[in-house]
């Protein structure tokens, strides 16, 4: 349930969901409140006061009992439950005048409906039970028990070719099987990749078992697997879990997971790692519906190539090397267990395919679900992360390309940078007079930490405040405790280390405001060089689907205001949050949409990027904030401009 | 080279090969010599004369030095190497009264030219390799490793479907030997199971290793395995093997192995010793030709539906008990090296079908060679064995059964009894008045037991001499040495013990007469009953074809004289010899005649006998030499009559 919240004396009204607290619903408004110390409620500085209606509050620390009933709370610790107007105390300079906040315009987009984009999809899976009763056989019908089930298989489905059957664990067991389930049999089968394949059965049950069908869908990410449990006679999702790839103790980027693989056993060891974590997520989330492992009838993943190489063992050593060159792009069918993932023997593990060296399948199964191969419109897909992955095209064409943009997104590079863990800043308000940080961390504690879109928060609030300009680098002339010269140069202290979580202080420097220009250079540039190559620009584009779970997260305004995204309609931008994990879900579910994939591989082209001329002239006109071309950014030079 | 031997004074003539030996030259045209000692040249008796012309002789021993002057021969010793007219002397009676021989007509039709049965097959094989050089990849040419291997493979063949491939093994080591062997490669492919089928990929070797490309055809018995080398680029047989099924230590016949597999561990412990068999072959065609069993690309066997089953690790106990059902009939292609075979985990083995329990993958690849699915021809196929399996049909319907004629063609059931090995009796003459055998053995030495072609012989000349009558039973008013009863019944002796290799008398019994009859009334029984069952007679057959190495060494007449065989237009009659053997040799030799074995499969219908009362009539009626009813034995009763 949507809830309004109106903040005075802005007078801006957002509309929140149940329970979402006031800090975090201020920060999205883009209404500043002094908070320093994440939302921990600690710091006592988030007061504000309930106007009309009321809010849940936890906690009356930091307040004095008058405080508390004239209506004052600390806006972290204070969760909405109906239409509420809050006043935000005004702020006073030391001379005792009132200090204006500018409202802002960083809210981000509301959520648009994504139906026009995934479409809808029907309870149809790649595997499916069919219940068979046999005639038992007699002298006068003796034909084998292969043979027998292939008739009764057909006779209940009149026009399907004989399907094809796994070698040669069926035949072993069956004979056995029908007579002790006195003909009452239930197949498992695996329909054919296209419409006019025949079927395969891979495991036969006695008696009806058709009420237990399962399927996983696994996004195995370089830092993190997720998976997802789907009842596959509802298509209802049943079960989620995620844990980190276990593969990190290996090396954090594909790179040095790469570089590891060389070793003498580290190829093997990778493997095992990534299995190992597939594993966990398969007991995790067993557990929780309490069905075994072996229930599971298919398991549909997508991850990077260098993932899916680790994962089916292959080995990755010229993917490094110029002209990174994979073993392959399509991975046949795999029989999980044979990884030595926990499955059923029969169980098949399908990976989506990749496009290159750099351009993965976790793309590819993100691209089909958002069915961008069934549309007219002119769309930008991206996937922003280390490498930065970029789709440009429709139902016609498609180019693809992988860019380096380094891993300051995921918090490499940047001095307190870290993953989106709690105490990770993920939303950041500067106060334009006073220059005092509001600071909004993962799971409302202390801050140790910034995580990718609290970055991004920071240098486009540093950047409107004029705290830093457009190359990135310190307005030296601003005297402010929080902006201070180090051995590594200037920076900018986010909180103080009594606020923080380790008690130290957490900075940004130029530095990392250097290395998250190159980051957001390289996207952009990426986006120019795909549109160049197919004699287009940002004006063309009918739509921008950002996808990973880092895109949900990114606040739009803010993240044209640097330049990672095109300053463009608003109205075309899309969240589509982990969609490879998205089109994991779907191709499970439905196997129509699931062999519509094929259409997918089949009309991306890569574009190499890495030694590409074209890219390293983007690239260079890239590195400022937003741009170079101011012309290009039309609304952030506008805003700048004020 | 065939040579001319007449010989005299029944004026015989007959065309034999050069290096023939006269004993088989005149048994063969029915010429009675006095020979007890099987052809070892020890006994002495079938001295003949040299009249005109000159033999070939080893031994001079039991001649007198005139009488080798005089131009006499131990018949045994001496081989034909020009036309030669022989004089075989006349035996007199105690008072002196010359004996009279009658000519028979016993001789084997000539060998039939079996070029319009099999027809012409072409060098193109179902395993092929294919030498390919790869553009080596650069930056703007960097797809991935195998989909260069495709698209080199695809600029070699314009309208052929992308080939499938191996996984996992073929990914892990591909882009290794692409880059060692300077992405210059052989792949070897196996051909789609139908024409519209994609090839796949099974192995890739560095370098250009097309030269190399060798078969195996094995015939997998349940007593003898035999495998012939082919070299697939030429389709010359370079070597042959065959070994004892070292199953035999688990039982003699099929039953006795299921029975064996029903055991503990008995069905694994058949498995291995089958596998070994074949391994034994494998290591002795390659050592004879000197490659490694690793040259070999594809292994083409056929057996009967036993064999087949315990080969695969199938458990063959429902085919044992009624109603006789089989796990399957069609064995999907299978590696070989999962089973235990000899060969390079890339290879496959391919198992003929079977139809039904008793008619198997053998049958099939029979009836596959003698191309009765393409011809109009109706054609009665027969192999004798202990199961004798019976195939009618022509190119439109085929119909067949197995029917238990017992082991007596095998050496079963029968006193002296055995295989067709060294000392069996394989061809027996009577003196139509002495009542004198006249034996002939496998490799000419001394006696020591009857195989079934012999027990044929004996049987029919026997009833033609009227030393047993209709009935099997021994005429009681002879009064002859060799004639006598003992505990079990009347015998007639073969051999004396001082003539035989152990020393022991070789007798033929009324017992052993009637398991003979009862077996070739079991298979008479078999032709009708498939002929009725479809509405004909032998009056509609076309063609007779005996296949199996037992068919080989039948001697026509006889075997139609004991009702073995119909009695119908001896220019009907061909011999296939192992048709099991040859079906696999040209199925791996030409691809497109493999194909067509799909379509013998299909047209066949299996009938079940065992429990069939028409087979039941039938059978009662057939258990006379040779049919109660001699009207359909015409020229026998003819014969008898005299």
Not at 39 to 62: E, F, I, L, P, R
Not at 190 to 204: F, S, T
Not at 251 to 266: A, M, P
Not at 620 to 629: N, V
């Amino acid at each position: 349930m949507k809830k309004k919240v109106t903040f005075l004396p802005d007078n801006v009204t957002i509309e929140v969901d149940e329970g979402e607290d006031l800090l975090t619903a201020a920060a999205t408004a883009g209404v500043y409140i002094h908070a320093h110390c994440g939302g921990d409620g600690v710091c006592g500085k988030c007061k504000v006061k309930v106007d009309q209606g009321d809010v849940h509050s936890n906690k009356a620390m930091h307040l004095k009992a008058e405080q508390y009933e004239a209506g004052f709370r600390l806006a972290c610790q204070a969760t909405v439950s109906q239409d509420v107007t809050i006043v935000i105390p005004e702020e006073t300079t030391k001379d005792g005048k009132a200090l204006k906040r500018k409202p802002k315009t960083t809210r981000s987009i509301s959520a648009r409906s994504l139906d026009s984009i995934i479409g809808s999809w029907s309870v149809a899976p790649p595997v499916e039970k069919r219940f068979i009763k046999l005639e038992p056989p007699s002298l006068d019908d003796n034909i084998p028990d292969l043979q027998r089930l292939m008739r009764a298989i057909k006779q209940k489905c009149y026009d399907c070719a004989e399907p094809t059957y796994d070698h040669p664990e069926l035949l072993m067991d069956l004979p056995f099987i029908l007579r002790e389930a006195n003909w009452e049999v239930t197949v498992i089968m695996l329909r054919g990749k296209r419409a006019e394949e025949p079927d395969r059965i891979i495991a036969i049950e006695p008696g009806n078992t058709t009420d237990k069908l399962y399927g996983l869908a696994v996004d195995i990410g370089t830092t993190t697997v997720c998976g997802i449990l789907i009842d596959l006679n509802s298509g209802e999702v049943i079960a989620e879990a995620s844990a980190y790839n276990e593969q990190i103790s290996c090396g954090e980027d594909v790179i040095s997971r790469i570089i590891y693989s060389q070793r003498g056993n580290g190829l093997k060891s990778l493997q095992e790692k990534v299995v190992r974590t597939i594993n966990t997520i398969i007991e995790t989330v067993c557990k929780e519906v309490i069905i075994s492992p072996s229930d599971i009838s298919y398991i549909m993943a997508a991850g990077n190539t260098i993932m899916s190489h680790m994962l089916l063992g292959l080995d990755p050593k010229y993917i490094r090397e110029s002209p990174y060159v994979p073993t392959c792009s399509h991975f046949p069918l795999t029989r999980a267990a044979s990884l030595g993932v926990l499955a059923h023997p029969s169980v098949r593990l399908f990976l989506y395919p990749s496009v290159a060296s750099y351009v993965g399948g976790d793309i590819i199964s993100g691209v089909h679900a958002a069915q961008m191969h069934k549309s007219q419109e002119l769309t930008l897909f991206i996937d922003i992360g280390t490498n930065g992955e970029i789709v440009v095209g429709n139902e016609e064409w498609m180019v693809c390309a992988a860019c380096s943009a380094g891993p300051a997104f995921e918090g490499g590079g940047i001095k307190h940078g870290m993953r989106a863990n709690s105490g990770a800043i993920e939303n950041f308000h500067i106060h334009p007079q006073t220059l005092d940080p509001m600071i909004i961390t993962i799971d409302r504690i202390k801050p140790c930490g910034i995580c990718g879109s609290g970055l991004i928060s920071i240098v486009s609030e540093l950047l409107e405040a004029k705290v830093i300009d457009q190359q990135g680098k310190f307005n030296r002339t601003l005297k402010h405790p929080r902006i201070r010269e180090q051995a590594d140069g200037f920076e900018y202290v986010l909180a103080w280390g009594k606020d923080s979580l380790m008690g130290e202080d957490i900075a940004i420097t130029e530095v990392d405001l250097d290395n998250l220009i190159r980051a957001k250079g390289a996207m952009y540039a990426g986006y120019v060089t795909l549109l160049d190559s197919v004699g287009m620009t940002f004006t063309d584009l009918d739509r921008v689907i950002m996808a990973g779970n880092f895109g949900a997260y990114i606040d739009l305004e803010r993240a044209i205001c640097i330049g990672l995204l095109p300053d463009i309609d608003r109205e075309k931008f899309y969240y589509l949050g982990n969609a490879s994990m998205l089109g994991c879900q779907i191709s499970l579910t439905d196997h129509r949409r699931f062999r519509e994939r094929m259409e997918v591989s089949s009309l991306l082209t890569n574009m190499e990027l890495s030694e590409n001329p074209q890219f390293m002239t983007h690239y260079m006109a890239s590195l400022f904030l937003p741009h170079t071309d101011m012309s290009l950014f039309p609304t952030v030079a506008a805003k700048l401009a004020e």
